[in-house]
């Protein structure tokens, strides 16, 4: 081979090594920009996750605080259905609420329940709900349904279901 020539083949050697680099250069550096875009979707990911799981923690501290103060309260359960009866009409009474009837209703779930038919000024009604909720005693009202007396002004008739449970022993059946 002539120099020249030489000169040539060596020339178009280095320029294929020169391209080659260069070629290998772009494809590595899109690697590594697609797997910064990965790293950085990566990072954002993990800055939700940390955030939920911040929240989720938050969450639960608010819930063992709930809990711990929903344990400091002592539920009292009525002693039998004679003393429930009477808590519930002795309520009706205080608020000048005529009583019409007390009788044994239908409880849901292990409750045992009474139906309270009574009638009186509206006003005084509400504030019989009220002094149920803190009679001392649990007690769910499960219905209530009032109407308009016809002849007086201000006076509601009214039926109410309420329920409780009792100890074991002591529900008088």
């Known amino acids: 081979m002539k120099l020249p020539r030489k000169r040539l083949v060596i020339s178009l050697v280095i320029l294929l090594i020169f391209v080659l680099v ?4 772009a494809y590595f550096s899109k690697k590594v ?6 790293i950085d979707e990566m990072r954002r990911r993990e800055a939700v996750l940390n955030r939920d ?3 989720k923690t938050r969450l639960i501290k608010a819930y063992k605080a709930a809990l711990s103060t929903i344990e400091q309260y002592k539920i009292n359960l ?3 259905e004679v003393s429930f009866y009477s808590a519930v009409e002795r309520e009706l009474t205080k608020n000048g609420i005529k009583v019409n009837s007390i009788k044994p209703g239908k409880g849901s779930g292990g409750m045992r329940a009474v139906n309270v038919n009574f009638e009186g000024p509206y006003y005084a009604v509400l504030n019989v709900f009220a002094d149920w909720r803190s009679m001392g005693v649990a007690v769910r009202m499960t219905s209530a349904s009032l109407q308009k ?6 006076y509601v008739r009214g039926t109410v279901t309420l329920e409780s449970t009792f100890p074991k022993g002591g529900a008088g059946r």
């Open 78 to 80: 009525p002693k039998d």
């Open 53 to 55: 799981v911040l929240d």
């Open 22 to 25: 260069l070629g290998g250069e």
């Open 33 to 38: 920009l697609a797997e910064r875009r990965t």
């Open 149 to 154: 007396d016809a002849e007086l002004e201000g």
